[in-house]
C-alpha cells in the first residue's frame, strides 16, 4: 500500500510494539481463544504481525487485515495465514456473511468512526457471527487521577494514534448499534476486581457482541 498512514503505523509497530510483543497476551488471549474455540472462519482486523493472532488460529482458518504492509508478512511467514494489506477506514473487500467471527483487537481507538467498523464488521459476519475485541480503559480510576494531575503519560492519551476513548457504556452503546447481545468484561492485572468493576479497575475493556442486527431482522422476515 505505501502511503502516509502505512508509514504513521509502520514506525509505530517499530518503535512502540517489539515483533511478537502484545499487551496483556496470556490475558486477551485467553478471552478470545475461550469465545471462538475452533473450526470458525476469521477476520483479524488490526492484525500486525499475528502476536495475538497465535492465540486462537490453531484449528481456525485466519484473514489478517492490517495497513503494515511488513507486519503482515511476518504473520503470514509465522502462523501461516491469508493476509490483506487495507486501510480500515476504506472498503475492506471482503464478502458479506462469509467469516463467523471477526477479531478487532487493540483496533478501534485507532480509528475515526468506530461505528462505521462495527457496520462492516457486521456485514461481513453469519447471522449468529460475533464481533470480539478490546480496547484501552481509558477512563479508569488510575488514569482519571493522572487526567486531573494533568499528566498523559502512562494513560491510552499518551499514545498519539489513540482517537477514539471509551467507557462501558459508551462502548456497549456502539455495540448494540449492531449487535443483539453484548458483553463487556474488564481484564488486568487487577484480576477479579477488574472483572467485577471494569470501569474502575480494568485496565482493557474486552467485548463479545453475538448475533448482527440486520441478520437477525432478515432471518425473521424470512420466516414471516
Given at each position: 500500500?505505501n502511503?502516509s498512514l502505512e508509514s504513521?503505523?509502520r514506525?509505530h509497530h ?6 511478537g510483543f502484545?499487551l496483556?497476551?496470556e490475558?486477551?488471549?485467553a478471552?478470545?481463544?475461550?469465545h471462538i474455540?475452533?473450526?470458525k472462519?476469521i477476520?483479524d ?7 495475538l493472532t497465535?492465540?486462537?488460529?490453531e484449528?481456525?482458518?485466519v484473514?489478517?487485515l ?7 508478512s511476518?504473520?503470514?511467514d509465522s502462523?501461516g495465514i491469508?493476509t490483506?494489506?487495507i486501510d ?10 462469509s ?12 480509528l475515526?468512526?468506530?461505528?462505521t ?5 457486521a ?5 449468529d457471527?460475533q464481533l ?6 481509558a477512563f479508569?480510576?488510575a ?5 486531573l494531575?494533568k ?6 492519551l499518551?499514545?498519539?494514534t489513540?482517537?477514539?476513548h ?8 456502539l455495540l448494540?448499534g449492531?449487535f443483539k447481545?453484548?458483553t ?12 467485577a468493576?471494569?470501569?474502575a ?5 474486552a467485548?463479545?457482541?453475538k448475533?448482527p442486527l ?6 425473521l422476515?424470512?420466516?414471516?
Amino acid at each position: 500500500m505505501n502511503t502516509s498512514l502505512e508509514s504513521i503505523y509502520r514506525s509505530h509497530h517499530a518503535t512502540r510494539r517489539s515483533e511478537g510483543f502484545a499487551l496483556l497476551k496470556e490475558e486477551r488471549g485467553a478471552f478470545l481463544s475461550k469465545h471462538i474455540g475452533t473450526g470458525k472462519n476469521i477476520i483479524d482486523i488490526g492484525c500486525r504481525d499475528g502476536a495475538l493472532t497465535c492465540t486462537y488460529s490453531e484449528g481456525n482458518t485466519v484473514l489478517g487485515l492490517d495497513i503494515d504492509s511488513l507486519a503482515l508478512s511476518r504473520a503470514q511467514d509465522s502462523l501461516g495465514i491469508e493476509t490483506k494489506c487495507i486501510d480500515l477506514n476504506g472498503p475492506w473487500d471482503v464478502e458479506d456473511t462469509s467469516f463467523d467471527v471477526v477479531v478487532a483487537a487493540e483496533v478501534v481507538e485507532h480509528l475515526y468512526y468506530p461505528d462505521t467498523v462495527f457496520q462492516k464488521a457486521a456485514q461481513v459476519l453469519t447471522a449468529d457471527g460475533q464481533l470480539l475485541g478490546t480496547v484501552p480503559n481509558a477512563f479508569s480510576l488510575a488514569h482519571r487521577a493522572r487526567y486531573l494531575l494533568k499528566r498523559k503519560k502512562g494513560t491510552p492519551l499518551s499514545d498519539p494514534t489513540h482517537i477514539n476513548h471509551f467507557t462501558v457504556s459508551e462502548l456497549e452503546d456502539l455495540l448494540l448499534g449492531q449487535f443483539k447481545e453484548v458483553t463487556i468484561v474488564g481484564i488486568g492485572r487487577l484480576g477479579w476486581i477488574a472483572r467485577a468493576f471494569p470501569q474502575a479497575f480494568a485496565f482493557d475493556l474486552a467485548f463479545a457482541a453475538k448475533y448482527p442486527l440486520q441478520k437477525t431482522i432478515e432471518s425473521l422476515e424470512v420466516v414471516a
